[in-house]
């Protein structure tokens, strides 16, 4: 979806305000089609950029939101990568023990 892409893009320049609203239409367009799969993918790449903007808590929660669409719909990669940015959020807020559980996840 072009908006994804730009909001990519726009992350990858330090451009987060404007890769936020990119991103936030891009869930949107991808939930009001009821496309699941790419729905968690944007929620992903969610997670990816509030975890950039420093704000773990939030980080967290759409990370693990992304990993449960992935999981959904049985695209276990993906989940394994939505694992990944979930245990970077957790590190990010002390949390170590949970993300070591979700890195032993996402291996495996």
Known sequence: MLFSVLGEVETEQDKLETARRLEEQALELRRAAGEKLTTAESRLQLAQLTLEEGKK???EEAARKSAEGFRAEKAFDDEGLAYSVLARALLGQQK??????FVRSAKS
Not at 96 to 101: H, N, Q, T
Request: glycine content about 0%; cysteine-free; hydrophobic content about 45%.
């Open 96 to 101: 170590l023990p949970l993300a070591r559980d």
């Open 57 to 59: 808590s939030e980080a």
